[in-house]
């Protein structure tokens, strides 16, 4: 089967640093992405990962390890706007089709 | 930057009753997909749409749903007749090409409603 596994919520403190989790099984591996999610809004992208190692991009990286089916977002100097639902999502091979973790609802507090 | 666009943003229809959301994809994207998300559920794959047919479909697409691209620009998803579980945001998505694993860019998604 597949099966994507993140924790449903976390709370963080403005100005830290935050790490999400994010463990898959899945039918092969082509990729994995984290989106951000707003309440109510669409998932948008933020990264992507096919290689085992950190991917940085500003105040986000995220790392993966093919082997051990384990990826994190890492959010840095956390700002209030950070409060969103972080989605872990995985391309299967063969397929186009993403599979999406149930989410982790972030909240940023002062 | 070019980007997925839905309409309606929000859609209430009566239980029984046939709804036609559509998407315009980004201009040169080859592939897309339907997704819905129940209010506070994971987003779930429903079609994929390549070459003017289906190329994958989730066992939630079933004969009630179907999906076309009746023009160059528009994809559609059709429901002939709603369940209250059908209420959810359904979102469109496309990309550029399936085999590299590029990201699939969202649209803003359409809030059905079925009552």
């Known amino acids: 089967g597949q099966n994507i596994d993140q924790p449903t919520e976390m709370t963080a403190t403005e100005g830290a640093i935050v790490q999400i989790n994010c463990t898959y099984q899945t039918s092969g591996f082509n990729g994995l992405f984290w989106y951000q999610q707003h309440a109510g809004e669409a998932p948008t992208f933020l990264s992507y990962n096919v290689l085992d190692g950190l991917e940085e991009k500003g105040r986000f990286s995220s790392f993966l390890s093919r082997s051990k089916g384990y990826s994190y977002l890492l959010l840095k100097e956390l700002q209030m706007k950070d409060s969103a639902s972080y989605l872990c999502a995985v391309l299967p091979s063969n397929t186009g089709k993403l599979i999406f973790g149930q989410g982790t609802t972030l909240q940023v507090k002062p | 930057e070019p980007e997925v666009t839905q309409t309606p943003s929000h859609q209430v229809t009566q239980m029984g009753q046939e709804v036609i959301l559509r998407c315009v994809p980004i201009s040169n994207h080859l592939y897309f997909y339907w997704y819905r998300q129940i209010l506070g559920q994971k987003v779930e794959f429903l079609v994929s749409?390549?070459?003017?047919?289906?190329?994958?479909k989730s066992e939630i697409f079933d004969d009630q749903f179907s999906v076309e691209r009746p023009d160059g620009s528009n994809f559609t998803l059709k429901i002939r007749s709603t369940k209250l579980e059908d209420s959810a945001m359904y979102f469109c998505a496309s990309s550029e090409v399936r085999d590299r694993p590029y990201e699939q860019y969202f649209g803003p998604g359409t809030r059905l409603t079925v009552t």
């Open positions: 749409f390549y070459n003017n047919e289906i190329s994958e």
